[in-house]
């Protein structure tokens, strides 16, 4: 039987999304680490007026970390988490051991960008998917769900003008790196995870077979098999 060790992991929520859909993923890694989650600003119950970016998002892991005194972290960040936890390991290095990434996206560029904000119209999803904008209204308790969903698009738009991490942010990240992919993940494509972990000094790839894009539908046993093996070895 595995026994807890000191070491502290950091679970990144996706866009939309909040710390509670890794409730399930929690309980299974506790056995292992010091399992630390987080809203990012706006979302859940933590009341934000400013705009989303990585760099606001960054800043709410650093103070995270300074706040519970935590010097070192590992990070699995799923989608938009894992893009924070790279942005966190280039600006703020000292504070991150490893890194692991979900179906996170890198291929950012306006036309990528526009295509993703297609899905992100406030007034169309819930006109088209009522129990998708049910959800939303649910989780995000104190910001209004519609306000999340629009500044979350113009974030995306942003990071496909430019505000994004470029290859040479990615090879300054000299950390050990596990891009995690699923086989049948619709939203991220395999060949840009493929070429983000090529350029990341000590990157890896790992494609999971069967693992589709949304959390929900992901099994937390595979998951944190794969995150305590990387982290482990």
Do not use: C
Request: charge should be negative; charged fraction near 25%; glycine fraction near 6%.
């Amino acid at each position: 039987m595995s026994t807890k060790t000191n070491q502290h992991l950091l679970l990144l929520h996706g866009a939309l999304g909040t710390k509670d859909q890794f409730r399930s993923l929690k309980e299974k890694l506790s056995s292992e680490f010091q399992v630390h989650d987080l809203d990012f600003e706006g979302h859940g119950e933590r009341a934000s007026s400013e705009e989303f970016t990585m760099g606001l998002f960054t800043e709410n892991v650093i103070a995270y970390l300074s706040a519970k005194k935590i010097n070192k972290i590992h990070i699995f960040g799923y989608s938009m988490g894992g893009y924070v936890g790279l942005n966190v390991a280039q600006k703020h290095p000292s504070f991150v051991e490893k890194i692991i990434t979900l179906g996170t996206k890198f291929a950012w560029t306006e036309a990528t960008a526009a295509k993703e904000v297609r899905m992100l119209n406030p007034d169309k999803i819930e006109e088209k998917v009522p129990a998708f904008a049910n959800k939303l209204a649910s989780i995000h308790t104190i910001n209004d769900w519609k306000e999340v969903v629009e500044k979350t698009a113009s974030m995306m738009l942003r990071l496909g003008q430019g505000e994004r991490l470029t290859e040479k942010n990615l090879e300054d990240i000299r950390h050990e790196i596990l891009i995690g992919i699923g086989s049948k993940d619709n939203m991220v494509s395999i060949e840009e995870s493929k070429e983000s972990a090529e350029v990341l000094p000590n990157g890896n790839l790992r494609i999971i077979e069967n693992f589709q894009h949304p959390i929900e539908k992901i099994d937390d046993e595979i998951l944190s098999s794969i995150i305590v093996d990387f982290i482990k070895n």
